[in-house]
């Protein structure tokens, strides 16, 4: 169903069992004003935003006047937080529906924020202005670094208050994934029976994996390639230094894109332990915890699909047990790749791994920051600042350039790897902080200068240099759920 704007919606979630969604609506918004739209984003969904003003803009992103073809609904779904198991569902979340764009890619469109739901529990169900804004630059900065992500489309204030600790303005995020199917929502529909548990893998497969609907074993082949797919992302998390911070099942897109920035935020000095959400106390999210935490959230993944993976339970553990204990072995293997890459390293020498282990191991004793330091290295010399005097690592940079002889491309080659995978600019936790406050005061030109600059993340360049330097040592930051 094609409309002026180029909505086209096709929406196949609403012919599953009705036990997996509700059809509610958002809560009517009067006096929406419209504070960002993603135009690069539009684009590529197909769409022409050029025929609205800001106010007809903001109607649409606030769901007083929806597309033809839209029906809000709000998905159900469970969720183990910090380990312990909940029933939960969309609290604050109504899905628009699914958006072919022109080249026949399925999208979810959601709002967040748009108020309560059958499964809002003890919310509000709305969203305030600052979190929502959070999350539209992290989530386009970890696009623009390559790393598979839900989107944002646009940000509207709802001209309403939210009430937190204090009060503050309220607001409606735009997300695009490639579908809201987390590992939840099987944990979810195993709990309503076999035979909704089995429409919901057939309806992923279909809709993810089209290539596995006529395996034998489904289940069994949906949970390897899903294990695969969030191997590659959160290396991919590692290599930017980016920290969920609230991994738990529900938010873990079973699609293997970054979904739900909370409390997530980047990493400066380089540090395993690295946490920064104020919920997080036993460090359960922290920076060099997630490969295990994706290990953990994929067991949960395989014990849903037990019935479907044999009837024989015993059988059925075995079989997804074969595929689990490969984790390790995969995630290093990729992990090493991905590092000799931040190196500049090519082709593979025993003593590679060593080599990493060996920075980083300095790095974290030193207090070091993650980004300076590989994009310093990318430039071909030491790093600037006195820390790289260091003893520990002149020994260091002298085995590098030792094992960089070995490599089988040029030294131009090895450094053009080097920056394309090691950031020149990462939406540091201080700027970030700065443009948000700037912009909940009706000042946005930090945070668009600042949304502009990470659209460009691997091109070092002058204008870069007052986002590049880490903070101080004794900066203690901390982000908040922001729920
Ligand atoms: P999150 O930590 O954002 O993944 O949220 C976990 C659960 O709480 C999900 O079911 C959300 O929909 C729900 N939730 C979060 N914030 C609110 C809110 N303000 N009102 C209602 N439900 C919420
Ligand atoms: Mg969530």
């Not at 096709?10 to 006096?31: A, C, G, K, M």
């Not at 609205?52 to 769901?63: I, N, R, S, Y």
């Not at 204030?157 to 937190?164: A, P, Q």
Request: glycine content about 8%; some cysteine; overall charge negative.
């Amino acid at each position: 169903m094609m409309n002026h704007i180029g909505f086209n919606f096709d929406t196949t979630y609403i012919h599953l069992s009705n036990t997996l969604f509700t059809f509610n609506h958002p809560e009517q918004v009067r006096n929406p004003s419209l504070i960002i739209v993603n135009h690069d984003l539009s684009k590529d969904l197909g769409l022409d935003l050029s025929s609205l003003d800001d106010q007809a803009c903001a109607a649409l992103f606030a769901g007083t006047h929806p597309p033809e073809g839209v029906v809000f609904f709000s998905q159900a779904y469970s969720g183990h937080q910090f380990g312990y198991y909940s029933v939960l569902g969309d609290g604050r979340a109504h899905l628009w529906g699914e958006h072919l764009d022109p080249g026949g890619k399925r999208y979810d469109i959601q709002f967040k924020g748009s108020g309560r739901t059958p499964y809002t529990r003890g919310g509000d169900g709305k969203a305030a202005l600052s979190p929502m804004l959070r999350e539209y630059l992290i989530s386009e900065a970890m696009h623009y670094l390559g790393v598979a992500t839900t989107r944002s489309l646009a940000v509207v204030s709802t001209s309403t208050t939210v009430i937190r600790d204090e009060l503050l303005d309220g607001a409606i995020l735009t997300r695009v994934a490639s579908s809201h199917i987390r590992v939840g929502t099987f944990e979810y529909a195993k709990e309503q029976g076999i035979s909704v548990l089995s429409e919901l893998l057939d309806y992923t497969v279909a809709r993810h994996f089209p290539e596995l609907s006529q395996s034998d074993n489904k289940a069994l082949k949906l949970f390897e390639r899903v294990m695969h797919q969030h191997i590659d992302l959160v290396v991919d998390w590692m290599r930017v230094g980016f920290i969920h911070g609230v991994m738990n099942t529900d938010n873990m897109a079973i699609c293997g894109e970054t979904i739900d920035y909370g409390p997530c935020a980047f990493m400066d000095a380089y540090h395993l332990k690295t946490v920064f959400s104020s919920i997080d106390t036993e460090g359960r999210y922290a920076y060099g915890h997630q490969p295990k935490i994706v290990k953990w959230n994929l067991a949960v993944f395989a014990s849903s699909l037990l019935p479907l993976v044999d009837p024989d339970r015993v059988k059925a553990v075995q079989l997804v047990t074969n595929i689990l204990d490969q984790f390790e072995g995969a995630y290093d293997k990729k992990w090493v790749g991905m590092m000799r890459k931040k190196l500049g390293l090519s082709g593979e020498q025993q003593g590679d791994k060593g080599l990493i282990l060996d920075l980083l191991t300095w790095m974290q004793k030193n207090g070091v920051d993650y980004t300076h330091t590989f994009l310093g290295l990318s430039e071909g010399r030491k790093p600037s600042g006195v820390i790289y005097q260091d003893e520990g690592f002149s020994e260091w940079y002298t085995h590098w350039t030792t094992r960089l002889a070995l490599n089988k491309i040029s030294e131009k080659e090895s450094l053009n790897l080097m920056r394309s995978v090691n950031p020149a600019i990462i939406p540091r936790n201080a700027k970030v902080e700065f443009a948000l406050s700037a912009a909940i005061e009706g000042d946005f030109a930090p945070f668009n200068h600042l949304l502009a600059l990470l659209k460009d993340p691997y091109n070092n360049r002058s204008e870069l240099g007052p986002y590049q330097d880490p903070p101080p040592d004794s900066y203690g930051y901390q982000t908040f759920c922001g729920t």
